[in-house]
T-cell receptor, first 112, second 110 residues
Framework: DTAVSQTPKYLVTQMGNDKSIKCEQN?????MYWYKQDSKKFLKIMFS???????INETVPNRFSPKSPDKAHLNLHINSLELGDSAVYFC???????????FGPGTRLTVL | RKEVEQDPGPFNVPEGATVAFNCTYS??????FFWYRQDCRKEPKLLMS?????NEDGRFTAQLNRASQYISLLIRDSKLSDSATYLC???????????WGAGTKLIIKP
């Protein structure tokens, strides 16, 4: 059983397109996250939801919009993709804020 | 000053050796500390939490020094499979948000 799953694992798309990444966790956790890890390998928090409520919204272009239909899912929609959006996007979950986080396998996004 | 700082490395260490690296944090109100491990092209995974009294898990020992605001990770009898990037994670105190270091790359050589 996969604890935190993401789809797709790889995403290659053209500049200007709109794409979505889905995340699901079956751990019963209350908090979910989206991170971006760029080519320099630095892991940066983008968003965090606690019980479907947005609690962290870092300085991220408004082309990125998270959506949490329920506690087990946190999706990320990206409009008008740019070259600089190329990175690995990780979803994670934790029982509560500041608890141990469990990560999904990542979505490698390449924008051409 | 960055909130969480780590030496990026790489640390090139022969198999069987002991290696240690530190991570400094800037927020004295931080209460939770973790070491995560990330293999190449994989997701980060929890290695160990760091407790005030220090803790050990097999060949791995983590220590917290609140006065100097750093945590450390010691790996004894290093194995080839220990090669990875080790990420230091600290909570920011007020907002319960975890702040991630940039990671220290460790390469264990035969």
């Amino acid at each position: 059983d996969t604890a935190v799953s993401q789809t797709p694992k790889y995403l290659v798309t053209q500049m200007g397109n709109d794409k979505s990444i889905k995340c699901e966790q079956n751990l019963g956790h209350d908090t979910m996250y989206w991170y971006k890890q760029d080519s320099k390998k630095f892991l940066k928090i983008m968003f965090s939801y606690n019980n479907k409520e947005l609690i962290i919204n870092e300085t991220v272009p408004n082309r990125f919009s998270p959506k949490s239909p329920d506690k087990a899912h946190l999706n990320l929609h990206i409009n008008s993709l740019e070259l600089g959006d190329s990175a690995v996007y990780f979803c994670a979950s934790s029982q509560d804020r500041a608890d141990t986080q469990y990560f999904g396998p990542g979505t490698r996004l390449t924008v051409l | 000053r960055k909130e969480v700082e780590q030496d990026p490395g790489p640390f090139n260490v022969p198999e069987g050796a002991t290696v240690a690296f530190n991570c400094t944090y800037s927020n004295s109100a931080s209460q939770s500390f973790f070491w995560y491990r990330q293999d190449c092209r994989k997701e980060p995974k929890l290695l160990m939490s760091v407790y005030s009294s220090g803790n050990e898990d097999g060949r791995f020992t983590a220590q917290l020094n609140r006065a100097s605001q750093y945590i450390s990770l010691l790996i004894r009898d290093s194995k080839l499979s220990d090669s990875a990037t080790y990420l230091c994670v600290v909570n920011d105190g007020a907002n319960y948000q975890l702040i991630w270091g940039a990671g220290t790359k460790l390469i264990i050589k035969p």
